[in-house]
Antibody
Framework: EVQLVESGGGLVQPGGSLRLSCAAA????????MSWVRQAPGKGLEWVSA????????YYADSVKGRFTISRDNSKNTLYLQMNSLRAEDTAVYYC??????????????WGQGTMVTVSS | DIQMTQSPSSVSASVGDRVTITCRAS??????LAWYQQKPGKAPKSLIY???SLQSGVPSRFSGSGSGTDFTLTISSLQPEDFATYYC?????????FGQGTRLEMK
């Protein structure tokens, strides 16, 4: 059974930093592309960032480019999102999502439960 | 960026009804479209990928169709557990983008 467990969310001041983690189990992590998707309170889904299985291919939404960094440690089956220069508009539930294969063409077939990030003074 | 537009934004229906939700892409995306279901306070659940392929474990009353720019999600006979918000997502190119969501409410 696929399991994705996010952690690292919390309250942070504007301009601050936070690192999210997503521990994966139940599949061959190193062969699967992964993404982060967020959802602001009462709003829709927004894709944030994606990374290929080897960690070489990386993509970002314009809204986070230059501030967020996605990475993965395949030896630990863990996905990360380093978030710097946080803004109030980054406040959201952050989900990690497993792609349905080595690429993202087939969308996401599994999601974590989400971790809440609140940016406020 | 490819814009995804869903219609309607909300729909009211009854158990047993047939419901269709439409998703339109601002440019052609072949069949690279996914559909998700989300209930309040829960993570999204994957329903359909590649426009018409059902994810494992998803009931057969859900179906998807379309290619190019126009896509539909159909629920053939609504069940009580189907009342939720539905999102489409284009997976053709980065940045991957979602539709704004369609809220399916009980009439």
């Amino acid at each position: 059974e696929v399991q994705l467990v996010e952690s690292g969310g919390g309250l942070v001041q504007p301009g601050g930093s936070l690192r999210l983690s997503c521990a994966a189990a139940g599949f061959t992590f190193s062969t699967i592309a992964m993404s982060w998707v967020r959802q602001a309170p009462g709003k829709g889904l927004e894709w944030v960032s994606a990374i290929g299985g080897s960690g070489v291919s990386i993509y970002y939404a314009d809204s986070v480019k230059g501030r967020f960094t996605i990475s993965r440690d395949n030896s630990k089956n863990t996905l990360y999102l380093q978030m710097n220069s946080l803004r109030a508009e980054d406040t959201a539930v952050y989900y990690c999502a497993k792609a349905g294969g080595s690429s993202h063409y087939n969308g996401f077939d599994s999601w974590g439960q989400g971790t809440m990030v609140t940016v406020s003074s | 960026d490819i814009q995804m537009t869903q219609s309607p934004s909300s729909v009211s229906a009854s158990v047993g009804d047939r419901v269709t939700i439409t998703c339109r892409a601002s440019q052609g995306i072949s069949s690279w479209l996914a559909w998700y279901q989300q209930k309040p306070g829960k993570a999204p659940k994957s329903l359909i990928y590649a426009a018409s392929s059902l994810q494992s474990g998803v009931p057969s009353r859900f179906s998807g169709s379309g290619s190019g720019t126009d896509f539909t999600l159909t629920i053939s006979s609504l069940q009580p557990e189907d009342f939720a918000t539905y999102y489409c997502q284009q997976t053709n190119s980065f940045p991957m983008t979602f539709g704004q969501g369609t809220r399916l409410e009980m009439k």
